[in-house]
């Protein structure tokens, strides 16, 4: 199984991730990201503002995903923001038609808080204005991605509990 958190920069993807792999057994972190990345060395693939734009890290998404599921087993978390309906329908696919069941989980936030969470930052603090300049593309796609995924409000509410919010949704007492 994947526990996909969704959701724009500052919801608590991350946050709330390592928290999961604590609660949930036999979880993993695994952070597409990293995928894109490596993409990034290919001096072959096209240049563009996102990776997530080359259909080769929607694939290898999927690819890494299952493969690691067939090599270490239990469950994966993984934190990615996917603001492009078609490409999370890619991913969703392509796990499904490779039998993998994924919880899709939408961390959400009001606007004041992201802004604020975005600005005190002190860990990524080089991203903070494209995190800012990314919240119109959020909501943009806050219609299709409340039909598409399972809806927790992170306003005001610690890592810890929306963890524990995620895990019980996904079956994990």
Do not use: C
């Not at 490596?38 to 890290?57: G, H, I, N, T």
């Amino acid at each position: 199984m994947i526990i996909w958190l969704n959701g724009t920069f500052g919801a608590g993807k991350t946050t709330t991730a390592g928290e999961l792999v604590k609660l949930v057994p036999d979880a993993r972190l695994f952070d597409p990201e990293v995928v894109g990345f490596m993409l990034r060395y290919l001096k072959v693939l096209p240049e563009v503002p996102d990776f997530q734009q080359w259909p080769a890290w929607r694939d290898l998404v999927v690819e890494t995903a299952v493969r690691l599921l067939d090599h270490v087993g239990g469950v994966l978390v993984a934190p990615q923001t996917v603001l492009v309906k078609g490409y999370w329908a890619e991913i969703r696919d392509g796990l499904g038609k490779a039998g993998v069941p994924v919880r899709h989980f939408l961390l959400h936030t009001d606007e004041d808080t992201l802004i604020h969470r975005i600005e005190t930052d002190t860990v990524e603090t080089g991203a903070r204005q494209w995190r800012l300049d990314h919240l119109p593309r959020y909501r943009d796609a806050l219609p299709w991605l409340r039909r598409a995924a399972e809806v927790v409000d992170t306003t005001g509410v610690a890592p810890e509990r929306v963890a524990r919010l995620v895990a019980s949704a996904a079956g994990y007492r």
